[in-house]
C-alpha cells in the first residue's frame, strides 16, 4: 500500500488526468507483456507456473516488480496488473494458443485439425546410421560450452545434417516435446504463407499491396507486396522495445489489429528507397494476405495448417493471433525445435518436401537475396550473412556468406547452410549479452564439425 500512496502521489505531482493516462499506458505494456508469455509459456508450452513466473520475466523491466497476476488454470487465462493500473488478460483458446483481450472479446476462431507428424530420421553418435564424415565429439564441446553459459540461457540446440537429426541438447524443464517462442522468427512463417499463396496464383510480388487506408492515398498505394516482404515500405514505424510508447509496443501489447498500426502509419521514405526493420510490417503482411486469402474464398485460419505445416509435417505449430483474429505474423508463433527444423529443411530444399513442392520454385533464392537498401543484411523476413559495404562484419563469422538464418529476439535461431545441407535450431533467453555474437561461435563450431 505504502508504494500504491507513492504512485499515486506522482500521479497528483506531475499532472492528474494526464499522468494517470501515462502511467496506466505504461502499466499496460507490462502487464500485457506478463498476461501474453505467460499465458503461452504454460497453457501452450505446457511449462510449470511458477518456473515462468519466476524465471521469465527478470532483466526486463523494473515494472515488474510491482506487477500483480491471477493465473486462473481452470479457464486457462491470466490477468495481470500494477496495482490496477493497465490491466491486461489472455486467454487460452486450442489451436490457437494465447491472445491478449483488447477491445472486447477475441474474434472467435474456426476449429483446426490436428496436423499428421512426420518423425525426422536420426544419424546421431551411437546410433547404426550414425556417420563417419561428422566429428561428433566436437559438436558435443560445442553444445557443452553454449549450455555452461548461464549468461547465454540456451534451452535448446539442434543439428540436423541432409535431413537427418545428428545432434540435440535440452536444457533442464525443455525436452523435445517442447514448443518454443518464435519471436520474429514468426516473420520467415509469414514470408512461408506468403510464398504458398503465391504457390495459388494469389499473390503477385510486384503488385500494389491492397491495405484499406491507402485508398485514395497514391504514394502509400504504391507500396508493392516485394517492398512489405524486403523492409523497404517506407512506412515510418518505431521498433524501439524498451520504449512503452513506442509502436511496435502498443503493437504487441495493447493493439486489439496489429496490421492496422503500421497501416496507418505515415510514409517517411519513397518505397523501395530506405530499408528499416519493422514487425509492424510482417503484422500488415499477415493482415492483408487474411484479406487477399478471404476475398478469394480461402480459409485464413487453416491456411498455414493445410498448405505448410501438413505438407512438411510439423505437428507442434501454433500461430497466435491478435483480437481481431490475424496471426501476430511478427513475433508469437510456437512450435518444436523439430519442427522449426523441418521448416528450415523446407527452404534448404528449395520449397519441396516429401517430392511435393510447397513453394514456388526459386522462392529459397528470393527470401535470401539482398534488399536493395539493406546492405546486404536482410532478404525477405530473413537474415543474412553478408559482409556490409562499409566494412561492416558478417553476421556469423565463421559460416559461408550463402547463410540465411531465421532470427529472433533473445536469441531464437533457425540457420540454413546449404553447401552442407545443414540446419541448426537454436533456442534460448539470452538478454544479459548480445545474442548473435554469443551463438555464432557455437555455430561456427558445428559447421567445421560437418564435412
Not at 340 to 365: F, I, M, Q
Request: proline residues 5%; charged residues 20%.
Amino acid at each position: 500500500m505504502k508504494r500504491l500512496g507513492l504512485i499515486a502521489a506522482a500521479v497528483v505531482v506531475a499532472g492528474g488526468g494526464v499522468a494517470l493516462w501515462q502511467a496506466d499506458r505504461t502499466a499496460s505494456i507490462a502487464s500485457g507483456y506478463f498476461a501474453k508469455v505467460a499465458c503461452s509459456e504454460i497453457f501452450l508450452a505446457g511449462r510449470p507456473a511458477g518456473a515462468v513466473v519466476d524465471g521469465d520475466f527478470h532483466g526486463i523491466s523494473g515494472a515488474f516488480d510491482y506487477l500483480e497476476h491471477k493465473i486462473d488454470a481452470g479457464s486457462r487465462r491470466i490477468t495481470a496488473s500494477i496495482y490496477g493500473l493497465g490491466r491486461a488478460e489472455a486467454i487460452y483458446r486450442d489451436g490457437y494458443g494465447c491472445t491478449l483481450v483488447r477491445g472486447g472479446a477475441p474474434e472467435a476462431t474456426p476449429a483446426l485439425a490436428p496436423v499428421a507428424d512426420k518423425p525426422l530420421p536420426e544419424a546421431k553418435a551411437g546410433t547404426p546410421t550414425m556417420r563417419d564424415d561428422i566429428d561428433y565429439a566436437a559438436i558435443d564441446a560445442a553444445f557443452d560450452a553454449a549450455f555452461a553459459d548461464r549468461d547465454a540461457a540456451t534451452r535448446s540446440i539442434l543439428v540436423v545434417k541432409d535431413g537427418a537429426v545428428i545432434a540435440e541438447r535440452y536444457a533442464e524443464g525443455f525436452t523435445a516435446q517442447t514448443p518454443f517462442l518464435s519471436w520474429s522468427m514468426a516473420k520467415s512463417v509469414t514470408a512461408t504463407m506468403v510464398g504458398a499463396a503465391m504457390m495459388r496464383g494469389l499473390v503477385d510480388l510486384e503488385a500494389p499491396a491492397e491495405v484499406p487506408e491507402w485508398r485514395g492515398d497514391a504514394k502509400r498505394a504504391a507500396i508493392t507486396w516485394n517492398d512489405l516482404m524486403q523492409m523497404q515500405s517506407g512506412l515510418a514505424f518505431n521498433e524501439t522495445y524498451d520504449d512503452p510508447n513506442s509502436d511496435v509496443s502498443q503493437m504487441l501489447f495493447r493493439a486489439r489489429d496489429a496490421g492496422g498500426v503500421a497501416a496507418r502509419q505515415k510514409l517517411a521514405h519513397a518505397p523501395g528507397s530506405f530499408w528499416s526493420y519493422s514487425s509492424g510490417t510482417s503484422n500488415l503482411i499477415q493482415r492483408t494476405l487474411r484479406e487477399t486469402l478471404e476475398a478469394n474464398d480461402v480459409g485464413y485460419h487453416a491456411f498455414a495448417r493445410d498448405e505448410i505445416f501438413e505438407k512438411i509435417g510439423a505437428a507442434s505449430f501454433t500461430l497466435e493471433s491478435d483480437a481481431s483474429g490475424t496471426f501476430v505474423g511478427s513475433s508469437f508463433i510456437y512450435a518444436t525445435a523439430r519442427d522449426w527444423a523441418k521448416l528450415g529443411l523446407l527452404y534448404l530444399n528449395d520449397g519441396v518436401a516429401d517430392g511435393v513442392r510447397v513453394l514456388p520454385e526459386g522462392w529459397s533464392r528470393y527470401v535470401a537475396t539482398a534488399a536493395g537498401a539493406s546492405d546486404g543484411f536482410y532478404g525477405a523476413q530473413f537474415w543474412l550473412n553478408n559482409p556490409g559495404t562499409d566494412g561492416r562484419p558478417k553476421y556469423m563469422p565463421g559460416v559461408p556468406d550463402d547463410a540465411y538464418l531465421m532470427a529472433g529476439h533473445e536469441g531464437q535461431y533457425v540457420l540454413i547452410v546449404p553447401d552442407k545441407n545443414l540446419v541448426v535450431v537454436r533456442t534460448g533467453m539470452t538478454r544479459s549479452k548480445e545474442p548473435m555474437p554469443t551463438v555464432a561461435p557455437v555455430f561456427a563450431a558445428i559447421y567445421a564439425a560437418v564435412q
